[in-house]
């Protein structure tokens, strides 16, 4: 199976315990707006359990009027947690046959540096086209993104 990935870091001037505190369980609406061809999360539904707890599941609605469900997959507290997202609609549908993110937070001096990644799994023959999405909009977007939620914790602290 052909997969995509994409990484974003930063370092957060704050301790590896709040930034995971703060970090975990933000609130997708909030901090995934809207950026070139991919959809703003607009609500968030059927939520598990917290978002830290292996097992525990939510819905995610786009402005698009697509979907997607993530599951916490792996949780190691405070440096590492990952959730398979599964179930998209629209393009993403033909596209993608699974995806898996994943958040790693490691203490360095002066704060918290935090790596998020996305690998994207491509459904049969679209692994080049996923690719192309992948690196000119995805990865960007997350670069968009991260400072903002990296702010977050910042901004609490």
């Known amino acids: ?29 909030r901090f ?23 097992g525990s599941t939510r819905t995610l609605l786009l402005s698009d009027g ?33 995806a898996r993110a994943e958040w790693t937070f490691t203490e360095v001096e002066g704060g918290t540096h935090v790596s998020w990644s996305y690998e994207f799994f491509a459904r049969k023959g679209w692994g080049w086209v996923l690719g192309v999405i992948i690196a000119r909009a995805w990865e960007p977007y997350m670069r968009s993104v991260l400072p903002e939620i990296v702010h977050e914790a910042e901004r609490l602290a």
Do not use: C
Request: net charge negative.
């Open 1 to 29: 199976m052909s997969k995509a990935r994409a990484t974003v870091e930063l370092v957060a001037g704050t301790s590896l315990a709040w930034t995971w505190e703060v970090l975990t369980p933000i609130d997708p609406t």
């Open 32 to 54: 995934y707006p809207r950026f070139g061809i991919i959809p703003a999360t607009v609500a968030v539904r059927d939520q598990s359990g917290p978002w830290n707890v292996v």
């Open 66 to 98: 697509g979907r997607v469900v993530e599951t916490i997959i792996d949780v190691v507290e405070p440096t590492f947690f990952a959730y398979e997202l599964t179930e998209f609609s629209k393009v993403f549908k033909v596209l993608v046959d699974h």
